[in-house]
């Protein structure tokens, strides 16, 4: 039983270059949690996305940033024009319907230079 | 808002000895859940125990165990006989119940050194 897969895991890009994560959760989760980790620092929460909704997106920047969940396929986080404060992991978890036992990914760690 | 703090960036222990890290948050929510994350340096995840705020009863998974105190708003984690492979970033987190969201809290995390 594959846990939950993210790539790519490492990801360079150059400031203005756009940065594709992907995540797909473990069979059967389909709910999809993003969380951002700068150096130093814990987790903070992005998004919370369900199959083709978003439900909560209170921690993403307002600019930039993006998420999806599509009926098929993994779940995308978008960042447009990047910047160097970018640069950090992101998380994937995902979890059953209404449990609160979220299952993380291995993580993408973006470089932006 | 909730807050989780963890007060102790580093630690280490002895191979075998045992340790506590702590954890304090800050919510005004009656219902919700505590846990203890692990990341390794392969920076994976891992959940390590949790703890349901409605259960008096302290949680317990093999060599790790918890000491909840609600009213102080506290939530330690105690590693028993540690090992090697214990060594890593320990971060607590807050999640509310219901609300329609599962969104974590996490603290800023301990690291934990286990010394041969």
């Known amino acids: 039983n594959a846990g939950v897969m993210q790539n790519p895991r490492h990801l360079v890009r150059r400031r203005g270059q756009e940065a594709r994560l992907r995540c797909s959760p473990m069979k059967g989760h389909s709910h999809v949690y993003w969380y951002r980790q700068l150096p130093e620092e814990g987790l903070k929460f992005m998004v919370y996305l369900q199959k083709e909704n978003i439900i909560d997106e209170s921690g993403m920047p307002k600019e930039r940033f993006s998420a999806e969940f599509p009926k098929e396929g993994p779940s995308i986080l978008r960042i447009q024009q990047v910047v160097r404060g970018d640069s950090a992991a992101y998380f994937c978890a995902s979890s059953l319907d209404y449990s609160y036992e979220q299952y993380f990914g291995p993580g993408t760690r973006l470089t932006v230079t | 808002a909730q807050t989780v703090t963890q007060s102790q960036p580093e630690m280490s222990v002895q191979e075998a000895e045992t340790v506590t890290l702590s954890c304090t948050y800050d919510?005004?929510?009656?219902?919700?859940?505590l846990f203890w994350y692990k990341q390794p340096p392969s920076r994976q995840m891992i959940l390590v125990i949790r703890?349901?705020?409605?259960?008096?009863q302290n949680a317990t998974e093999n060599r790790f165990s918890v000491n909840f105190q609600k009213a102080a708003k506290s939530f330690s984690l105690k590693i028993s006989d540690s090992q090697l492979g214990d060594t890593a970033m320990y971060f607590c987190a807050f999640m509310k119940h219901g609300a329609g969201s599962y969104q974590l809290t996490f603290g800023k995390g301990t690291k934990l050194s286990v010394i041969p």
């Open positions: 703890q349901e705020a409605y259960k008096q």
């Open positions: 919510t005004s929510e009656n219902n919700y859940y």
